[in-house]
């Protein structure tokens, strides 16, 4: 049965590093992490969830969109692992969004984006897939794919003392929903 992993603290140094890529003859190893980061990533209200936050250094990310109490915009994507994902097209036209991280925990800010992204990628099975991505979905991956480069949101903000409380952010979000 899967489990929820454990985070790692904000201050690990495993979020700081260049994961490992994984070679071929090691993806049938890493089939009991993906499960119990497919099965944590829900647990947690995430929408994405990179190794390292859970202390593994592997070029492995999941992504999970769907509306929740964190992400009630989210749209709808079937629940993915992808490993050795490599942004191989980031469109100039980028977008500002808000963004949150489990590893960047009670904080949120507005991170500008590229709206299209092209991302090779290697599936659980180990099959090679090469995928254009747009808006939520792009800025969920380009976020995770900095977590494999030891980076998180907050370094790709034009001012890090833009960062507000998640309690501010969800009434935010509340005033957005009145104005329907
Ligand atoms: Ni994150």
Redesign the pocket.
Known sequence: MPHKLQLVEPNDPVLRMVADRIPESDIAAVQALIENMLFSVTEYEGV?L?AP?IGASKQIIVVASKPNSRYPYAPDFPAEAMINPEIVRLSDEQELGWEG????PGSRGQVPRSKHITLTYQDREGEHHQKDFEGFLARIIQ??VD?LHGK??VDRMENPKDLISEETFQSLLEEAVDEY
């Open positions: 994405g990179a936050q991280c489990l590893s960047v976020h995770e977590h998180t949101f």
